[in-house]
Structure formats: structure tokens, C-alpha cells
């Protein structure tokens, strides 16, 4: 079961992306087949991540509304949000996408 709020569910779609890409670039290098698969992995997560942590910056960075509370008086700043995935802000998947690449490419080279 997926769980997720706003455009938190880009992050499955870039990692679905990302993998395809890695994998295809990974069976492209002329090497061992332990190193295609570790490359691949390893380059899924980069691609991945690289996809998510634009993604969450173009969202996250653009102009706030202010709210004025009538009680207080107090200004408040309401930024946009890029969504979150299984309750982990999208903006940190960006660096958890490139860290199951890298468990992925020292499992696929023969870590475990």
C-alpha cells in the first residue's frame, strides 16, 4: 500500500524511471556482469535522486502566501509544499534514492 500527499507520488514514478534508465546504461558498460549490475543500480539512484531533489527545489522554492491572524496580529508564511511519500518529506527522498542505489550496487557486485 502506497501512502502519499500532494506530488509525493513523483518520488515512485522517478525511481521507476531512474531504474529503467540505470539498468539500461549499466547493460551498456563493457565489463563483468557483477559490475553492469552494480553500475546500473548505482546509476538508477544518482538518476533518481537527481530527478527528485530538482523536482522537490522547483516546488518548494517558489513564493509563500502571508496570512495576518485577526486575534494576534501575527504574520504567518504559508510555503508550498512538494508533497511526501510513506510520511517522508519529498525533498529527503533525494538523499534516501541514491542510498538504495548504493545498498543496490554493493548487493548486485556481490556483498552479500
Known amino acids: 500500500m502506497i501512502i502519499w500527499s500532494g506530488w509525493g507520488i513523483l518520488v515512485v514514478m522517478f525511481a521507476a524511471i531512474g531504474f529503467f534508465l540505470g539498468v539500461g546504461i549499466g547493460a551498456a558498460i563493457p565489463a563483468e556482469e557483477n559490475i553492469q549490475m552494480a553500475a546500473g543500480f548505482l546509476i538508477a ?6 530527478a527528485t531533489m530538482v523536482f522537490a527545489r522547483s516546488r518548494e522554492n517558489k513564493p509563500g502566501r502571508t ?3 485577526e486575534q ?8 508550498p509544499s512538494a508533497g511526501s511519500l510513506f510520511f517522508i518529506p519529498t525533498r529527503y527522498w533525494a538523499f534516501i534514492l541514491p542510498g538504495i542505489g548504493l545498498l543496490g550496487a554493493w548487493a ?3 556483498g552479500v
Not at 539512484?45 to 537527481?50: M, P, R, Y
Open 45 to 50: 539512484g544518482l538518476l533518481s535522486g537527481g
Open 67 to 69: 496570512f495576518i491572524d
Open 108 to 110: 548486485g557486485y556481490g
Open 72 to 79: 494576534t496580529g501575527q504574520r504567518i508564511e504559508v510555503r
